[in-house]
Every structure is written in C-alpha cells, then in structure tokens.
C-alpha cells in the first residue's frame, strides 16, 4: 500500500510539473491586457536581453522620446535574419528628460496575426501598465515599414 501511494504521488507529482512548464512556455494572445501580464509576471522584460548593436540607454527620434533602451527576449535574440523566428519580442522602454518612463511600445511576432504585414502584434502601454493602444496599428506600421526588409526592425541590423 505504501509503495503504491508513493507511486501515485510520484506521478501526480510529474504531471504537475509538466503542467507548469507547459505553461510558462506557452506565447500570450496578441491582445493588450494578457500580453502586458506576460511581459510584467510572466516572463519580465525586464530580465530580458539586448541586441549586441543597441544596448543600454541610446538616443532617440521623434515619436518615441529622446532617450530609449530596448529588450529584446529569446527568440529574437536567437533570429539570425529576419523574418524574426515567430514568438519574437521587442519591448521599448522611453525615458522623459528626468529619466523616468515615460511610456512603453511593444512588437510582438504573432503567427498569422496580421500576414500582410509582417504578423506583428503593437501595442503601446503606460508606464503602470495600463494599455493605450495595441493590435495591428496602423500608426506603427506606417514608420516601420520602411524597413519592410529588416522585418520592420529599426534598431537592429541584420547582417
Ligand atoms: C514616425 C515614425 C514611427 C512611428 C509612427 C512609430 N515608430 Fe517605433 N520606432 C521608430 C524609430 C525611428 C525607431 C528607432 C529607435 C528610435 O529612434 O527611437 C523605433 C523603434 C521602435 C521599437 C524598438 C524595436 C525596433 O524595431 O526598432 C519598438 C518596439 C517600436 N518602435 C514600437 C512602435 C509602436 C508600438 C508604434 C505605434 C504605437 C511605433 N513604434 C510607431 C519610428 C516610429
């Protein structure tokens, strides 16, 4: 009897754990609310990386703010050329002039989310989380676009 429960707890255990993993690999919707709670708790962007040409804090243009840094998670990271592989995500941060953030713009690769341009996701969020606009913007597009080649990527370039 005891080694049978010891087995069943064993295995209930393992089950657990596979649910879990599952789960924390699992790509959030393209939709506002359930993306910033992946790039909040899930899985923090915080904790992310950077592209090897644009790290740390780096000047920007107009719309997104005079100072910027720039996360990028996994799976753009491991993207050699572009397209980025599907699950790719870039996380903007903008800085005002006392340093603090001032709003948040994401790109999120979202398979067959929006082929006619590139299958990204937009967004652009508070600084609290709370988010503004987000889905296939048109507004973003627009700007991004004109590195359709670079798969709309602006501030890294693909060897
Ligand atoms: C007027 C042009 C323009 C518009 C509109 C624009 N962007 Fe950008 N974006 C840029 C430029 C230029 C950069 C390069 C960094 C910089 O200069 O700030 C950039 C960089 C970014 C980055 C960093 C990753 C990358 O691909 O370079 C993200 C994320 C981003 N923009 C998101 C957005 C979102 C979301 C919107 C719409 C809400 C948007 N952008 C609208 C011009 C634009």
């Given at each position: 009897m005891k080694n049978q429960m010891t087995v069943l707890f064993s295995a209930i255990f393992i089950f657990l754990h596979m649910v879990a993993q599952a789960n924390s690999e699992e790509l959030p919707a393209p939709e506002g609310d359930s993306f910033w709670k992946y790039i909040s708790?899930?899985?923090?962007?915080?904790?992310w990386s950077h592209w090897s040409d644009h790290e740390g804090l780096q000047k920007g243009r107009a719309p997104h703010g005079k100072r910027h840094r720039v996360f990028v998670n996994e799976k753009a990271l491991a993207s050699?050329?572009?397209?980025?592989?599907?699950g790719s995500i870039q996380v903007k941060e903008s800085y005002d002039k006392a340093g603090e953030v001032k709003v948040i713009t994401v790109m999120y690769k979202a398979k067959d989310y929006n082929p006619d341009h590139g299958d990204w996701f937009w967004a652009r969020y508070s600084?609290?989380?709370?988010?503004l606009k987000a889905g296939k913007l048109m507004g973003c597009i627009g700007c991004h676009a004109t590195r359709g080649t670079n798969d709309?990527?602006?501030v890294h370039k693909f060897e």
């Open positions: 708790r899930i899985s923090p962007y915080t904790q050699s050329k572009p397209p980025l592989q599907y600084p609290s989380g709370e988010t709309y990527v602006l």
